[in-house]
């Protein structure tokens, strides 16, 4: 498998995963919907699909409840009104761990995660935590989109790495896989990113919890049917978050070199004052330079 590693000290040997889920977010996607729960299944039969439709006004609902209908690994979760991306995810994530899925995969309604590239993502989280369908790593591409969206998500990932130092290339990817043990690991309930920004978010919650983050190289094409929801608000969402996240986060930095200098003054320093400090950049794979100390 070619791909990039972000951390190493997740544990080895992991558990095969026996039951995964698709969950798929749709608002106004009548025309893609259908197709791309068709191809999931052809092409990954063991893998279940559930939709989770904000009452999408097109009636993407009723065609979900069809599909669900004549397939009983097909699934829906109807919620009340648009409200972003991420409060969908996490209604999604609580949903699968109740019903005892191993692990799930985000992949957008729009076919622009091409289902063929599944197989890929579920082999790499053989050993993986979290696997990231990457349009920015050797071998990952975008195709037809134009040069303002790429720009976009370019100049989104280069302000993510800027602002939260960690390495990995496409923090704003829509088509992973979590393992369901890593959901577990990320405090969901304090997740409060509602658009895309959530992609960065847990994210960014993982790299933090020392779980092991791989991105897989994909082909993105751009959807041919219906309209994008990207909006200046989801970007300035997205922003507004990065910046505070790092700003915390260089906060710490700051605080933990400030109590390392004061240990060096002081022999009797706590264990907590002369822990190691990270050097600035997410220092993976070398936990013991981890800023959080997740050695
Ligand atoms: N449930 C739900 N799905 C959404 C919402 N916003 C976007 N989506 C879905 O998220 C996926 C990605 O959205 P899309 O508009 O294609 O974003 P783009 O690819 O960045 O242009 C699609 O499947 C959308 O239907 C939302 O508020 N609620
Ligand atoms: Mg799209």
Redesign the pocket.
Known sequence: MSGETTKTSGTPGRAALRRIVAL??????RENLASLVQRVRRVAPEVDVCV???ASPDGTGRIADELAAADPQVHVLH?PG????GA?YLQGFVWALGAGYDAVIEI???G?HRPQDLPRLIEAAADADVVIGSRWVPGGQVVNWPGRRKALSLGANAYTRLWLGMPVRDATA?FRLYRASALRDLDLQAVASQG?CFQVDLTWRAVKAGLVVVEVPIVFVE?ENGA???SGDIVRESMRRIAWWGAVYRGEQVLHAARRLAGRDRPTASPEQSHPVGSGAVSAPDPSRSPWGAS
Do not use: C, I
């Open positions: 798929v977010p749709t608002y106004n996607e989770l439709d904000d919620r648009k409200a972003g991306l969908a957008d309604a729009d622009s829509g895309y959807r994008s929801k990207m």
